[in-house]
Every structure is written in C-alpha cells, then in structure tokens.
C-alpha cells in the first residue's frame, strides 16, 4: 500500500511563489518516478513536471523557467517550487508515485493564482 500526502497549496498574488510538497509513505521501491500534475476547473489533467529516483527531470514548456521539481530519496519525497505565478497556473495539483507498473495519487492540492 502506498499512500501519497500532499501539502504547500494556497492563495498567491501572481508574480509570487509557492512550494509543494508530497511524501509518500508505505512500499516505495528504489526506482521510480515522483511527478505533479494539475487539473484547472473544466480541463484535463496534465503532466507538470516529473522527476526519476535518478533526479532526470521533465517539464511541461507552459512552466520551463518558472518552476523546479526536486526530490529526497531517503525521505521519500518531491517537491515543486512554483516561482514568477500566473492566473492559469490556478488549479488542483496532484501529486503521482509511478514504480512497478503501478500509478498512486495523491489527494491534490489546491493552487489559487490571483491577478
């Protein structure tokens, strides 16, 4: 069992900054991907940013240059400093554990960017 707990969400004015954080506890393996995704009211889910046990990264080019996605092995968990915030980066963001052909989610967490 694998549970995921998100936490770092709230109201910001644009421009600011926020940090998200997801632990994850229960049968973590040594390789996998810890990711975030965001879901804003009337669209789909989709990939912020991703991170490997080996630190690769990916970013989705809507937050290249504004937002870090970082991890630690030995506590189990990601975080994704969100810098320079818009309006549309309003959403709920989800935090994903990918390892042994499995996917977990998390709760969510919602993010406000006010203009």
């Known amino acids: 069992q694998v549970q995921l707990v998100e936490s ?5 004015q644009a421009g600011g900054s ?3 954080s997801c632990a994850a506890s229960g049968s973590i393996a040594s390789y996998n991907t810890m990711a975030w995704y965001r879901q804003a009211p009337g669209k789909q889910r989709e990939l912020v940013a991703a991170i490997t046990s ?3 990264t990916n970013y989705a080019n809507s937050v290249k240059g504004r ?4 991890r630690d092995n030995a506590k189990n968990t990601v975080y994704l400093q969100m810098n320079s915030l818009k309006p549309e980066d309003t959403a709920v963001y989800y ?3 990918y390892q042994t052909n499995r996917v977990y989610w998390g709760q969510g967490t919602q993010v406000t960017v006010s203009s």
């Open 54 to 56: 080996g630190r690769n």
């Open 18 to 20: 926020l940090r998200l």
């Open 95 to 97: 935090c994903n554990l």
């Open 67 to 70: 937002f870090g996605i970082s």
């Open 8 to 12: 770092g969400g709230g109201l910001v």
